[in-house]
């Protein structure tokens, strides 16, 4: 499960996204569409903090992942994430 209330980013001056809220049951499929640079894959990097939300709270399975208390590094192993450019690594 994961539950995305009130999530915001910002790079600077420029908000990439605006107060999202989102509901993900366990086996549910989402699908994420929009046109380039609509923030689609900032979105899903703060899902697994790979960027730090401005504001908001992301929930994994009952722990809250932008509590600084969370140790981000035993969550990830729960989440899967592929890349859009399969040349991120050398």
Same mark, same amino acid.
């Given at each position: 499960?994961?539950?995305? #209330?009130?999530?915001? #980013? ?11 809220? +989102?509901?993900?049951?366990?086996? +549910? #499929? ?9 923030? #689609? ?9 790979? +960027? ?11 722990? +809250? ?26």
């Amino acid at each position: 499960m994961i539950d995305v #209330k009130n999530l915001s #980013k910002s790079f600077g001056n420029h908000l990439v996204l605006d107060d999202i809220s +989102e509901h993900i049951s366990p086996g +549910e #499929k989402v699908v994420i569409i929009g046109p380039s640079g609509s923030g #689609k894959s900032t979105f899903l990097r703060c899902l697994n903090l790979l +960027e730090t939300p401005t504001q908001g709270s992301i929930v994994f399975d009952g722990t +809250e992942i932008t509590d600084p208390k969370c140790d981000i590094n035993a969550i990830r192993r729960q989440m899967g994430m592929v890349f859009q450019h399969f040349n991120l690594f050398p």
